[in-house]
């Protein structure tokens, strides 16, 4: 049986195979549940990776607000498309309707969004896709935590290193506005904070006090996922 990245994870765990030759891995306490047990799949990932010809892998996008985290997921979204790989856009605006619509902006709140979406994003990755999470995760230690859930380098962070002064003069949705006003509290950048990125593998940024244009932009976290053999044929 194909060993899958989640395996890895429970290894040292009592592990017992059933009639069905499923690997069942007992685990008598995880978080608030209690007697509960891995459930390994017998399609592993290389075998749907196969299926679909595609490399699973997290590309994170990271920054302010108006940094142009979005625009740089649908424009990588549509380039990878076009190449014949599917991907999917985890927005943070858009998790916000549904999936994590109970959640606010505290320090705590932020976390449990990141960790939340991690998760979702290692769930695409292990389905084969290439899963691209466009969230301001404005704390390393929440970032950091979900490339650990990642196999093999599988997490790509992508900094979009724009200045606040560009951010603020974007405003497209007039937060900055309300936020200097402090008719919006705790706002990323003016009165909560953002922590860039140490060791990201690709960082995006003005050259010459010029923003490249978003395809330009994607292309260069294309030509990373093609230097990395994300799109090779599987
Ligand atoms: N207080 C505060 N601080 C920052 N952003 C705020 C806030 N309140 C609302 N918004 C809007 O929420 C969007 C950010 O959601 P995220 O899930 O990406 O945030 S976080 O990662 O949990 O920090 C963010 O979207 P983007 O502008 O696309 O980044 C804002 O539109
Ligand atoms: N590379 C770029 N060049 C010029 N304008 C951009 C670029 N990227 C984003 N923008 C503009 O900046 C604003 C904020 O972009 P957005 O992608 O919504 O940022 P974020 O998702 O980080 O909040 C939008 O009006 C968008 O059109």
Redesign the pocket.
Known sequence: MQKSEFEGKIKGSHQEENSNGRIRIPMSSLGNSNNIFWQECPVGKLERQKLINQKGCVVWI??????G??TLAFSLNRQLFSRGKLSYVL???N??HGL?KD?G?SAE??TE??RR?GEVAKLFADAGMICIA?????YRKDRDACRAMLPDSNFIEVFMNTPLSLCESRD??G?YKL?RAGK??????ID?PYEPPLQCEIELQQIDGVCPTPTAMGGQVVSYLEEKGYLEDQ
Do not use: E, Q, W, Y
Request: proline share 5%; net charge positive; charged share 25%.
């Open positions: 990271t920054g302010l607000s108006g940094s985290k979005s927005d943070g605006d998790l916000r994590n959640l902006f709140d932020r969004n990141i979406v466009s969230l301001i995760s404005p497209p949705k937060l936020a919006i509290k705790g706002f990323t950048g909560d």
